[in-house]
């Protein structure tokens, strides 16, 4: 509370000045600090950067924290081609299959900051880094319709940059991507037919304690 006091003239003193008594002055102020009720942002930042719930087919190992966190939107590339053949040489089936991911990925505001591709590999089109990895384990996903959720090993980095320090990566969350039920057969597979479903995930990149 501002200290005032009232002269003869009944003029009001302030230490900010002279008022009426008819009039007031309004001070107000606001300071806020990280993780204040006043900054939503560190909140939302340290929620994204959390491990989450997964099922312990895809845990990383137990000292693994999370170092980054993208979305990515895009779509599974499949290619038309024959399954195997019987004794004769004839062709047994046909069927769909991956021949990799192309999509954009996403920071935490939505902005774009790299892309997903074959591999399969992540690069960062902020820094220049990248990180190949090989697959490790697999989950069913939670959305029907959906490919799996995966657990990968970082076969390869690039030093400097965000990817440098990853040495394994989740694929959580994810929507659509899986290949066609049908429209795979002698004459797609003959004009080598290829295909794109669209899909979404979520990927979780994680360091461990040797490599900090």
């Not at 989450?52 to 979305?71: L, Q, R």
């Not at 429209?183 to 979520?202: E, F, H, K, L, P």
Request: proline share 8%; hydrophobic share 40%.
């Amino acid at each position: 509370m501002i200290p005032t006091k009232k002269n003869r003239r009944g003029v009001w003193l302030t230490v900010l000045g002279l008022v009426t008594a008819t009039s007031a002055i309004v001070v107000t102020s606001e300071c806020t600090t990280p993780g204040s009720a006043g900054n939503s942002r560190q909140p939302a930042n340290a929620a994204w950067l959390t491990a989450p719930a997964t099922p312990p087919a895809i845990a990383p190992p137990p000292d693994a924290t999370v170092t980054a966190h993208f979305k990515a939107t895009g779509a599974q590339i499949y290619k038309c081609g024959a399954t195997g053949v019987d004794a004769s040489g004839a062709t047994t089936g046909y069927a769909w299959t991956l021949q990799a991911p192309e999509a954009r990925l996403l920071d935490a505001d939505g902005v774009e900051v790299g892309s997903h591709a074959a591999g399969p590999t992540w690069k960062s089109s902020k820094d220049g880094s990248s990180v190949a990895a090989t697959k490790v384990a697999q989950a069913d996903a939670r959305a029907p319709g959906a490919i799996p959720w995966l657990l990968l090993r970082a076969s390869s980095t690039t030093p400097g940059g965000v990817f440098s320090p990853v040495t394994f990566i989740q694929r959580v969350n994810t929507s659509g991507g899986q290949a066609p039920p049908a429209g795979c057969d002698a004459a797609a597979a003959a004009a080598r037919a290829t295909t794109s479903v669209a899909y979404t995930a979520d990927y979780i990149f994680f360091k461990t304690a040797a490599h900090p």
